[in-house]
């Protein structure tokens, strides 16, 4: 099964649909297309609006809908149909599937928390989880959409907002039929032959099944702006010089593979201290964050270019990583935040089927786009098309789909809705205090109320007579 796995962060703009879909195309070729397509989005727009919800984000969304239609026609393939979008706050999962294979959607399950300020969604996840038929059996895919805490020195930080990810974001059915279909799936994955819930509190009061982001017959992508940086301190002036730059040769002390040497995220996964299990398909590209403003205007006048050619010419050529000089923003260590991890095949599986793998065909970054300081990233790959069966028989060494490293949260709903919560509060306050729109409705309603009050008061005086 082909999957296109998407994340961007967005900058609080409104993205180019034709150039994002030009840029996508033109990275895509050589790959098959997707079945499934699925988009992680952070800071897809103004606090405001995304707090807020509903028609708010509607702008925002109907143009990574329409970059998928353009994709669609670029590559000469039947339309997409959207499975599903949910936000919690600034994250945004928006999933997709080829209209031909629709009807083998059995069941979904969405899930999400908040790690920002009050576990609000100024930082958080979103998180699918798929059950697609295969004859009369089902695989399941979970897809994670992420944003981590920023900033050089919050390290543990990131660590932390993974835990509590793991902890607080609980998958649960999209509707009563899908209720019905996981509860029979849940009460066949059974560990060692036994009666047990492969997970402590996989049904709640209600008889709703319910499970964590690690489970052991699902496939686990994870995509988002995880801010794991290059360096634990901010950058000095001293520094600037040390920024990579566009090099052939690998033993430059220009190239950026001598920055990916401090990455952080490939050393705390090493260390089992977040992302626990997954892996990642090798970095060939340069740092996808932060690019300064200076780039962006660049990167604008080459939108310009790219999009009045596109009418001519179907593959409108655009500029290479070493075809400019890259311009980085000087206060920020020049980093690869923007990721894409899997959870490669449990070993009880490839003991039963060897050929069983994940293939990877494309791992990259999208040229920079003038409406944020982040550069998209693509995950093209191939998984096999047949369910992950639960284990039969004792597994020799530690799995975390059998033994996530964190427990679910039991008071992961009533935090939620804490969160929740606030966020309208902050939303609203935001879209009052910060948008063209909502202090002209303060405005109006002022007036109102000091007409309203004028006319009260106008009544109450005593009649004049003459």
Not at 18 to 23: I, N, R, S, V
Not at 154 to 168: A, C, P, S, T
Not at 260 to 282: I, M, P, Y
Not at 340 to 353: A, E, G, K, R
Request: proline share 8%; net charge negative; charged share 20%.
């Amino acid at each position: 099964m082909q999957n296109l796995i998407v994340t961007y962060n967005c900058g609080r703009e409104l993205v180019k649909p034709e150039l994002f879909a030009q840029y996508l195309a033109n990275k895509l070729q050589g790959c098959p297309n997707p079945d499934v397509l699925v988009f992680s989005l952070q800071e897809i727009a103004p606090i405001a609006y995304a707090f807020l919800g509903g028609s708010f984000l509607v702008p925002y969304l109907d143009r990574i809908r329409y970059a998928v239609d353009l994709l669609a026609k670029a590559r000469g393939d039947a339309p997409y149909i959207s499975l599903i979008t949910r936000n919690v706050g600034m994250t945004v999962l928006m999933a997709f599937i080829h209209q031909d294979l629709l009807g083998n959607v059995r069941w979904m399950e969405t899930g999400g928390v908040g790690v920002g300020v009050h576990e609000m969604g100024n930082k958080g996840a979103v998180g699918l989880r798929l059950g697609y038929a295969v004859e009369d059996k089902t695989m399941e895919m979970t897809f994670v959409a992420a944003h981590l805490a920023p900033m050089e020195w919050e390290l543990e930080r990131r660590n932390e907002d993974w835990k509590n990810i793991v902890q607080g974001l609980v998958f649960t059915p999209v509707d009563k039929k899908t209720a019905q279909a996981v509860a029979a799936a849940r009460r066949s994955q059974v560990r060692n032959s036994e009666d047990e819930p492969l997970l402590p509190g996989s049904m709640d009061n209600d008889s709703t099944p319910m499970s964590g982001i690690y489970t052991p017959v699902s496939h686990l992508f994870l995509a988002g702006d995880l801010n794991y940086r290059t360096s634990s301190s901010k950058p000095t002036s001293a520094d600037f010089s040390q920024y990579p730059q566009p090099a052939l040769d690998k033993t430059s002390s220009s190239h950026y593979s001598k920055l990916l040497e401090s990455d952080q995220l490939a050393v705390e996964l090493k260390a089992q201290n977040t992302a626990h299990g997954l892996t990642e398909a090798a970095i060939d590209f340069p740092p996808t964050y932060k690019y300064s403003d200076a780039a962006r205007e660049v990167a604008a006048t080459n939108e310009e270019n790219i999009i009045a050619s596109a009418p001519r010419d179907s593959s409108p050529s655009e500029s290479t990583d070493q075809d400019e000089k890259w311009l980085w923003a000087k206060h920020r260590w020049p980093s690869w935040c923007d990721r894409i991890l899997y959870l490669d095949i449990p070993p009880w599986m490839s003991s039963q089927d060897p050929s069983a793998r994940i293939q990877i065909h494309k791992y990259t970054a999208l040229p920079l786009m003038s409406t944020s300081d982040h550069r998209p990233v693509i995950l093209s790959l191939s998984i096999p098309l047949r369910p992950i069966p639960p284990p039969h028989d004792e597994v020799a060494d530690r799995d975390w789909r059998l033994d996530p490293p964190f427990p679910v949260d039991p008071q992961w709903r009533q935090r939620r809705r804490i969160a929740r919560s606030k966020e309208i509060v902050v939303g609203l306050s935001a879209y009052l205090g910060l948008t063209w729109e909502g202090r002209g409705l303060l405005i109006a309603m002022l007036i109102g109320a000091l007409g309203g009050w004028a006319i009260v008061v106008s009544m109450l005086q005593p009649a004049v007579r003459l």
